[in-house]
């Protein structure tokens, strides 16, 4: 049975296309109602207001990057932090509106105004992430001689970094920027490597 043009995920996806052109400020009920082509029940049946739309745009683009980012934690910290760069990377090339979402910031998609069961989902898998995040730290602190602010600069900033360039001027990513920011990041880390003098 074919899916209904009025589900949740297109309407989510036509959301997502305007975030993308215009940015959160215009993602606005009348323009996802336009966007997506449907009658204003089918929008509010779901989303009561902006802030409930805002919040299942933020919950579903963190759930969509972290569950394939969750796996590549394991294993030698400075390969898993590189290989956590190139995810992200191709991730936002595969997933630009998604992608969009998190280049912009959970602050600007209005979370005081959220749903308590959206608070509650991003919380908790907020809680998840930093914990992921903060054990690969500790990890590459005791192989590396980086500190917390180098680690995180090189294996968090530097993937978004390096793609907030193409995806904000409307360019595609180049097909090699995935190695080319895991090199960097292995150069780094390893570079900070007492063991590797």
């Keep these: 049975m074919p899916r209904s043009t009025h589900d949740t995920s297109a309407i989510l996806d036509a959301a997502g296309r305007i975030l993308g052109a215009g940015g959160t400020g215009a993602v606005t009920m009348a323009a996802v109602i336009r966007e997506a082509g449907i009658p204003s029940g089918s929008l509010y049946y779901r989303f009561p207001d902006r802030p409930a739309l805002l919040a299942a745009l933020w919950n579903r683009a963190i759930a969509s990057y972290h569950s394939g980012a969750y796996p590549l934690f394991d294993g030698d910290p400075v390969e898993a932090a590189a290989a956590l760069g190139a995810y992200t990377v191709r991730w936002c090339d ?6 969009h979402v998190l280049l912009a910031g959970r602050s600007h998609f209005e979370p005081e105004g959220w749903p308590a069961d959206a ?3 991003e919380a908790q898998e907020s809680a998840r992430w930093d914990e992921a995040i903060r054990g690969l730290t500790r990890r ?3 192989q590396t001689s980086a500190s917390t602010a180098e680690i995180l600069l090189v294996a968090v900033d530097l993937p978004y970094a390096a793609v907030r360039r ?6 595609p990513v180049p097909p090699d920027l995935a190695d080319v920011v895991a090199g960097l990041i292995r150069t780094s880390l390893r570079g900070a490597d007492p063991a590797s003098h």
């Excluded at 595969?94 to 992608?99: D, F, L, T, Y």
């Design 166 to 171: 193409y995806l904000s001027g409307g360019r």
């Design 119 to 121: 608070r509650t989902t």
């Design 94 to 99: 595969a997933e630009p509106h998604h992608a």
């Design 140 to 142: 590459l602190r005791s």
